[in-house]
């Protein structure tokens, strides 16, 4: 019987690989939530609502944590 993981056909589940993590004390959560923030502080939201496949709501807010002002880039984005 194959394993999760060990076979293309066999990935592994989410739960599994967050103990995997958990157990070598890699806390995934922050991991991701640290990643997000970063890629709030480079991108629009609606840009990181298409990278992440989350909510525009939900980017929106992101991008607030991260405190970037993006009208700079809207207005440049309008003379062209």
């Known amino acids: ?6 076979e293309p056909a066999r990935a592994l589940g989410a739960t599994y690989l967050y103990l995997k993590l958990r157990r070598h004390g890699i806390a995934p959560l922050a991991s991701r939530n640290s990643a997000r923030l970063a890629l709030a502080t480079d ?5 990181l609502a298409d ?3 989350t909510s525009i709501s939900n980017s ?6 991260a405190k ?5 880039y809207i ?3 309008k003379q062209r």
């Open 51 to 53: 990278f992440t496949g």
């Open 75 to 77: 207005a440049s984005r």
């Open 1 to 6: 019987m194959a394993v999760p993981g060990q």
């Open 60 to 65: 929106t807010r992101w991008t607030g944590y």
């Open 68 to 72: 970037r002002d993006w009208l700079d």
């Open 43 to 47: 991108l629009p939201a609606s840009v």
